[in-house]
C-alpha cells in the first residue's frame, strides 16, 4: 500500500507508521538550467524517477511518500538569475528535524531520492546522524551517481553532460515537454573539454575542483542538449526507475535488528 503522507489524517497516519514502514522522499532544487531548461528540472525529474519507481512496486508493500524537498544547496549556480539556495547547513538541519518526527512516529527506514548534485555533499553527514541518533536507515539514492545506462548516452556526454545537458533535457521532454525550449537547445560546450583524456584534475575528475557553473560554460550548463529527445528519456526513466524500485524494495527487507540507537549503544 502506498500512501502520501500530507493526505491522510492523523489518525490514519498513526495506523499506518511503524518500523517496517518505508518513507521516501524525492530531493530536487530550483536553480537555472541555461535557456533552453526550466529552473524546476531537478525536482521535476527527481518527482518523475519517484513516480515510475513506486509504480513499479508490489501493492503489499508498505510506503509512505512524503513531501519532497524542492529546494536544495545550489551555491555553485548562484550567480543565474532564478536560483534559490538553502546552504548546506540548513538543509542538513531540514533533514535532521525531519527525521527526527519520522522517528517520534516509529519510522525507521527512509530512501531519498536525490537529483540535485549540490545535495551530494550535505546528506552523508545528516544521513548518519540520523542512523546514529534513531537508528534508522537512511539511503541516498542519487540517481546521478547510480551506473549509468552507457547504452544510452554516449561515453563523451556522459563525462561532460554535468548539468542540463542530453540526459536531463531527455528526460524533461520525456517527463514535461511542454517545460523545454526546444528551439533553444545547443551544444554547451564545457571547458573540461579541452583537458587531455589523462588529466586527473577536472571538474568531475578523480581529483575534482569546486566550480561555480560559470566556470565550466558562461551559459551555466554543459552537455549536448540537441542530441535529446522524448524516446532517450523514457528510456533513462525506465532505466533509472527501476533501479530505484530494486534500492526500495531491498530497504524495505532489510533487516534493522543491529541498528542500535545513541541512547542503546553505551
Known amino acids: ?36 531548461l526550466p529552473l524546476s528540472t531537478d525536482l521535476d525529474i527527481a518527482m518523475g524517477l519517484q513516480a515510475a519507481a513506486l509504480a513499479r512496486l508490489d501493492t503489499d508493500l508498505k510506503v509512505l511518500v512524503l513531501p519532497p524537498m524542492a529546494l536544495g544547496a545550489s551555491q555553485e549556480h548562484a550567480g543565474f538569475a532564478g536560483t534559490l539556495s538553502l546552504t548546506s547547513e ?48 537512511v539511503v541516498k539514492a542519487n540517481y546521478m551517481l547510480l551506473r549509468p545506462p552507457a547504452h544510452v548516452l554516449a561515453a563523451e556526454e556522459l563525462r561532460h553532460g554535468l548539468h542540463g545537458g542530453q540526459a536531463e533535457t531527455a528526460m524533461m521532454l520525456h517527463l514535461h515537454p511542454e517545460r523545454v525550449r526546444s528551439g533553444r537547445l545547443d551544444h554547451f560546450r564545457s571547458c573540461a ?26 551559459q551555466g550548463v554543459v552537455g549536448d542538449a540537441r542530441g535529446a529527445s522524448a524516446e532517450m528519456g523514457r528510456d533513462l526513466v525506465d532505466y533509472y526507475a527501476d533501479r530505484l524500485a530494486r534500492i526500495m524494495r531491498e530497504a524495505a527487507g532489510m533487516n534493522l535488528d543491529g541498528f542500535a540507537a545513541e541512547s542503546t549503544i553505551f
Open 193 to 218: 573539454e579541452e583537458l587531455p583524456d589523462t588529466a586527473l584534475l577536472g571538474p568531475e575528475g578523480e581529483a575534482a575542483w569546486a566550480w561555480r557553473a560559470e566556470d565550466l560554460n558562461p
Open 90 to 137: 540548513q538543509m542538513s538541519a531540514q533533514l535532521r528535524a525531519l527525521g527526527a518526527s519520522l522517528a517520534a512516529a516509529g519510522m525507521r527506514r527512509l530512501v531519498l531520492i536525490n537529483a540535485h548534485g549540490g545535495n551530494i555533499g550535505w546528506l552523508g553527514p545528516a544521513a548518519l546522524d540520523l542512523r546514529v541518533r534513531y537508528g534508522m536507515l
Open 1 to 36: 500500500m502506498i500512501d502520501d503522507w500530507q493526505h491522510l489524517t492523523s489518525p490514519e497516519l498513526a495506523e499506518r507508521t511503524g518500523p517496517d514502514v518505508l518513507a521516501v522522499m524525492a530531493l530536487g532544487a530550483i536553480e537555472q538550467h541555461g535557456p533552453h
